[in-house]
């Protein structure tokens, strides 16, 4: 089964933060930044089924402008390059002044219906808890059933027990992403330290 991986960045980030990282937050922490290896996670999220056969990985995430924090813009900025230069799908939108992501949402849900009409995958696995996400697998699914196909729609994200909400996306399953699982698929480059990748100027 062709499985595609939408991460929602930033719902990602904040989820395991919420999850895992000790309060007050810790200098060092690898829960108080977004840590995780994008790949890692996504072909482990495949595996948990053997017939699912890894397809493409999309990311996306806000990224704030270097007015609003040089120190996130440039996180996110080198994260971004690097995980284009892995071949992922990566879509980059914006953080307004108030802190909101603007065009995230929009654009998984978009992706997640036009691949259905290219019938390009039987399973989606959106790593979001995102509630803003179930009309748009309400939609894939009535549009795989006037294909005549059944597709798999699942909702993916950091819990712990007695901590935040266990429920994901409306309409798709959930899965619990635990600590041992996340802590396995860790990012160990700093992006936080690092140039501007691609800029030889120091």
Known sequence: ????????????????????????????????????????LAE???????????????????????????????????KLRFLGSQGIHVYRGRINPGGQEKGVDVSIAVDLIALTYEQAYEVAVVVSQDWDLGPAVALAKRIAWAQGRSLVFESAFPYEPGVGSPRGIPGAIWVHINRELYDSCRDLTDYRMLPRMGDDRQ
């Not at 089964?1 to 200098?27: C, I, K």
Request: proline fraction near 11%.
């Open 44 to 78: 482990a999220l495949c595996a948990r089924d053997p017939r699912r056969t890894p397809g493409q990985i999309r990311f996306y995430t806000g990224v704030p402008s270097p007015k609003q924090s040089a120190f996130w813009h440039g996180f996110w900025s080198n």
């Open 1 to 40: 089964m062709r499985t595609v991986v939408f991460f929602d960045g930033q719902n990602l980030y904040h989820g395991a933060r919420e999850a895992w990282a000790p309060v007050p937050l810790v200098s060092g922490s690898p829960y108080g930044y977004p840590s995780y290896d994008v790949r890692m």
